[in-house]
């Protein structure tokens, strides 16, 4: 059956494909090591990007220009065959819809996390209690190979439908997989390099590695064009042009997706101007709207807008940043108009968007899980990061509750943000087409 009972009449969906399928598949990458050439290149490239291209130098930020920003036509597309094949996704979505509880919705919308080095009683209870949709990985949960496969393994097992499993392995500052894997190259070292194909190399060779490691999802890449020394962009940025970001990220982009690993780019509508860290204070950028549109805002409407289906984002993650020129009110994580009216109604994004982290000080030191998360919604995301543990997660969902039964909140929102995250497990197999 599509829905099954369980002790105390809890529901579960059931998993198209059984566990020993998706180990066989794990044995089967792990049967193809990479090829001694691809090794020797990667290493010649990262004692380059070591010593030659040393980053936040004067001299490297003198070379930045925002006098040619990219112009990007909002034309609309034909429909591609892609296109068809979504909708589809998206009327499968919709029945799952259909038979989910208020509950089971509710919980779609977190990608949690959890505060232990591996799989936890408090993990568990989010997973089979409270139904979350999604869970990302840091790297105090990433010790051993053996260790988080079987944590993985468990969580899927667990989950009241597969789950998003995501990590943000950026390489260099943001690496996430060094207990398992050697150090990868930064951002900032694949654009010295001056060679789009190493970005593409680096974007093969991560979609392997997590993939191997039952990860499914890469908060990568960052899409934001550096135009300061930012305190949050160390070596993080594909450039210091929107040129320059459209072409490293979008070739590490479409490598990610080709390999069937869903890529998140970030951090829309941009961080590279910010002088401060979302982590401890809210950003604030004094640029105009037109600058903003040109130069921070190019490289997530040429992806979201791209007719190449590999480097059409499969989520947004949208950040704690005020702008006051386009919202002088809120972040823009918390904004409609950025969210919505930009990003979904002026760029065309039907996909995931994901918040930032709302308990980052940017966030946090103004409004509180429950209001934040209710904003993010009401603005236009899907999912939202930042829960970590059982308690906070039941009382933002009885929140949330509140919000629908008082109108603050809609349930047509909810249900078409549930439809879009389905309609991503769909299109990258982690839910069966066909419901049982």
């Known amino acids: 059956m ?40 990667t290493i010649i490239v990262m004692l380059v990007g070591s010593t030659k291209f040393l980053p936040f130098s004067t001299t490297h930020w003198s070379w930045f220009t925002d006098s040619n920003p990219v112009t990007i036509s909002s034309t609309p597309t034909r429909p591609k065959l892609s296109d068809i094949q979504q909708k589809r996704y998206q009327q499968i979505a919709t029945r799952y819809v259909s038979h989910m509880t208020i509950n089971e919705k509710l919980g779609q919308l977190f990608m949690v996390s959890y505060q232990t080095p591996s799989y936890s009683a408090d993990l ?47 390489g260099g500052y943001v690496d996430r997989l060094t207990h398992i894997y050697p150090p990868r190259l930064s ?45 949050d962009q160390i070596t993080r940025t594909f450039g210091f042009t929107t040129q320059s970001v459209i072409t490293f990220a979008g070739a590490y982009m479409r ?59 499969g989520m947004v993650m949208s950040t704690d940043v005020l702008m006051p020129a386009i919202d002088p009110q809120f972040p823009a994580e918390l904004s409609h108009i950025f969210i919505t009216d930009i990003l979904r109604q002026q760029f065309g994004y039907n996909g995931v968007v994901i918040t930032d982290a709302l308990s980052m000080n940017g966030i946090s030191n103004h409004w509180d899980m429950l209001q934040a998360s209710i904003q993010a919604l009401k603005a236009g995301n899907d999912m939202i990061i930042g829960i970590n543990n059982p308690i906070q997660m039941a ?15 809609s349930l047509t929102q909810v249900d078409t943000s549930v439809i879009r995250i389905l309609t991503l497990k769909l299109q990258y197999h982690l839910l069966p087409l066909e419901l049982e």
Not at 281 to 305: C, G, M, N
């Open 2 to 41: 599509f829905i099954k009972r369980g002790r105390g009449g809890s529901r579960k969906f059931t998993i198209f494909a059984p566990p020993q399928s998706q180990s066989r598949s794990i044995r089967t990458l792990l049967r193809h090591p990479r090829s001694l050439a691809f090794i020797l290149f």
């Open 124 to 170: 568990d209870h989010m997973l089979a209690q409270l139904h979350a949709g999604g869970v990302i990985l840091y790297q105090p949960q990433i010790n051993t190979r053996e260790q988080i496969q079987q944590d993985i393994t468990k969580m899927q097992q667990r989950a009241t439908l597969p789950l998003l499993i995501a990590t943000d392995e950026e």
């Open 187 to 231: 951002a900032l070292a694949i654009y010295r390099t001056g060679d789009p194909s190493v970005a593409q190399h680096m974007g093969h060779q991560t979609a392997h590695d997590l993939l191997a490691l039952g990860i499914n999802t890469n908060l990568a890449p960052d899409s934001d064009v550096a135009l300061v020394n930012g305190p």
């Open 255 to 313: 490598a990610l997706q080709q390999d069937n690993v869903i890529a998140c780019v970030k951090h829309f509508p941009g961080l590279g101007a910010a002088t401060t860290d979302a982590h401890f204070e809210l950003p604030v950028v004094h640029r105009t709207k037109a600058q903003i549109y040109a130069t921070e805002l190019a490289p997530f409407q040429t992806f979201v807008q791209s007719p190449n289906v590999r480097e059409r984002p």
């Open 395 to 409: 009382l933002t969902i009885a929140g949330l509750k509140s919000a629908l039964q008082q109108e603050r909140l």
